[in-house]
């Protein structure tokens, strides 16, 4: 197993479209996190899978984002109508089940976002 | 909400030499833990240390040590015999015992100088 991927690592886009982000976890990793960090600044969380189940959202995810996880194996995030407010690198991690987790997250490289 | 602060934008330390990085945090809980995340340029974040704050002996690894104080709400990170390989930015985090997220602070940026 190679980690955390994310695809693609680089997205230029111009203001109004829309961009669609691909995490893929660790395997055997129930947990799936997105985060949004910003130059300079540390990640922010935007929210949370258990399994294909979305269980929190942070109110920085505008009606404009979308995350989905279908099967509980890769996640998707969408931005519609891109602003350039929205220019960052997207963050996906992932965590295993069980008695064992103590928090530790497995981060990808990142998705980094601009909008033009 | 609970936040978290790191007051030292950007550090530098001499190669071999030891650094200190800052970080405190606000919270009415009393467990949880604590982590130091290192983020390579360009490269992903991964764990350095972790802490429980139920946990009265502070965490070791290698070359990196924490000095947990949870009356003071202060979770600092000591790197001893410094390499090139440590320069990246640091990232400060915290998380509710049985919570979902990760809280972190601003980051440090270590340099190392050779």
């Known amino acids: 197993d190679t980690g955390v991927s994310q695809d693609p690592r680089h997205k230029i886009t111009k203001r109004g479209q829309n961009v669609t982000f691909r995490c893929d976890p660790i395997?055997?990793?129930?947990?799936l996190y997105w985060y949004r960090q910003t130059l300079g600044q540390g990640p922010e969380f935007l929210t949370y899978?258990?399994?294909?189940?979305?269980?929190?959202k942070s109110r920085l995810l505008s009606d404009r984002f979308s995350a989905e996880r279908p099967k509980g194996s890769f996640s998707t995030l969408e931005i519609q109508r891109t602003e350039q407010g929205d220019s960052a690198m997207y963050l996906c991690?992932?965590?295993?089940?069980?008695?064992?987790?103590?928090?530790?997250?497995?981060f990808g490289e990142g998705s980094r976002l601009t909008v033009l | 909400a609970q936040t978290v602060t790191q007051s030292q934008p950007e550090m530098s330390v001499q190669e071999a030499e030891t650094v200190t990085l800052s970080c405190t945090y606000d919270?009415?809980?009393?467990?949880?833990?604590l982590f130091w995340y290192k983020q390579p340029p360009s490269r992903q974040m991964i764990l350095v240390i972790r802490?429980?704050?139920?946990?009265?002996q502070n965490a070791t690894e290698n070359r990196f040590s924490v000095n947990f104080q949870k009356a003071a709400k202060s979770f600092s990170l000591k790197i001893s015999d410094s390499q090139l390989g440590d320069a990246a930015m640091y990232f400060c985090?915290?998380?509710?015992?049985?919570?979902?997220?990760?809280?972190f602070g601003a980051g440090t940026i270590l340099r190392v100088k050779s």
């Open positions: 395997s055997e990793h129930n947990r």
């Open positions: 802490q429980e704050a139920y946990k009265q």
């Open positions: 899978f258990q399994n294909e189940a979305q269980l929190e």
């Open positions: 991690a992932s965590s295993p089940r069980g008695t064992g987790f103590t928090g530790e997250l497995f």
């Open positions: 985090a915290y998380r509710r015992e049985y919570g979902n997220k990760l809280v």
């Open positions: 919270t009415s809980e009393s467990d949880y833990y």
